[in-house]
């Protein structure tokens, strides 16, 4: 098993839709990332949080530590959101990440 | 500024040959750090540097993989005896300080053993 699973592992939207993306992980953590990644480019961080919830834009971030498991929320999806969102966590005490295999997003206009 | 730059952007190369992977990060960045991504998958951890050491290696899944950073800015990995089982995207990522802070990944290189 992962230490670290998204859901789901492919969405398809209608421009328009709420969207949410889950992750759940089973170590330790001390922060957890959320990232996206677009087909042939690199990796941008969208948020790093350790609690409560965070807002940037038409995105939304929260994390509930005792149930080890964050959400990302796209409000009023485009299909430029379209891109793999990918959970990562700072596992233990190393500084390395930990990643999820990734959600495929795909919104059609 | 820049942000973390990784040569080349592709690599094509024969099973049992020798690759160096580039990482420059950004100016300033002490902490450096080599992720793996294989088709369909998210990426994996390698090696992880802070300034010229290797802080932790245990990533690196066998000793045909190698990565210096002897001034502590510029990285490479050094892959021997290739095999087809290394073909994936190499991800270079750097942070100001190592922890619980935001990592910037370079696009990665591509690298395809054939």
């Known amino acids: ?109 | 500024g820049a942000g973390v730059s990784q040569t080349p952007s592709n690599k094509v190369t024969e099973k049992g040959k020798y690759v160096e992977l580039r990482c420059d990060p950004i100016s300033g960045h002490t902490a450096l750090y080599w992720y793996r991504q294989s088709l369909g998958q998210g990426p994996e951890f390698l090696i992880y540097f802070q300034g010229t050491g290797a802080a932790d290696d245990s990533g690196l899944p066998n000793d045909r993989f190698f990565a210096v950073r002897p001034e502590g800015s510029v990285s490479t990995l050094k892959i021997q005896r290739t095999e087809r089982g290394d073909s994936a995207v190499y991800l270079c990522a750097s942070s100001f300080i190592a922890g619980e802070v935001e990592q910037f990944f370079g696009p990665g290189t591509r690298l395809t053993v054939l």
């Not at chain 1, 992980?25 to 969208?46: D, E, K, N, R, T």
């Not at chain 1, 971030?61 to 299909?79: D, G, M, V």
Request: net charge positive; with cysteine; hydrophobic share 35%.
């Open chain 1, 1 to 109: 098993k992962n230490e670290v699973e998204q859901s789901p592992q492919n969405l398809t939207a209608q421009e328009g839709e709420f969207i949410t993306i889950n992750c759940s992980y089973s170590v330790g953590i001390s922060a957890l990332h959320w990232l996206q990644q677009h087909p042939g480019g690199g990796i941008v961080s969208l948020f790093m949080l350790s609690s409560g919830k965070k807002k940037h834009g038409r995105l939304i971030a929260t994390i509930n530590i005792q149930e080890k498991h964050s959400s990302l929320h796209i409000t009023a999806s485009h299909p430029r959101d379209s891109a793999v969102y990918i959970c990562a966590v700072h596992g233990g005490a190393t500084n390395k990440l930990i990643f999820g295999t990734g959600t495929l997003l795909a919104v059609q206009p």
